[in-house]
């Protein structure tokens, strides 16, 4: 990493989940809903912290183990160099 920090902002996540969930759709919306089930979460309780800016990262780690996704890549939107695509 250099010398700038690297800032994860929530918006940057749900776009990310927007495109591993759309990719094995036929382009169906995603709504705030539906991310917040995916990420096991109440949808009045991700709007709050969507309105906040609070990253649930708990639930975030657990739905890219579930998923196979590399997390760094959900947080940064970089992959690791270990990271082998099947």
């Excluded at 495109?19 to 036929?26: E, R, Y």
């Excluded at 949808?43 to 639930?59: D, L, N, T």
Aim: aromatic fraction near 10%; glycine fraction near 4%.
């Amino acid at each position: 990493m250099d010398n700038q920090e690297k800032t994860i902002k929530l918006e940057h996540i749900i776009k990310r989940i927007k495109l591993t969930v759309q990719t094995g759709t036929k382009s169906k919306k995603i709504y705030d809903k539906d991310i917040a089930l995916l990420l096991k979460l109440e949808p009045q309780y991700f709007a709050v912290i969507k309105k906040r800016g609070k990253i649930p990262y708990k639930e975030l780690a657990a739905f890219c183990f579930d998923n196979e996704i590399d997390l760094k890549w959900m947080l940064y939107g970089e992959t690791t160099r270990n990271t082998v695509v099947v």
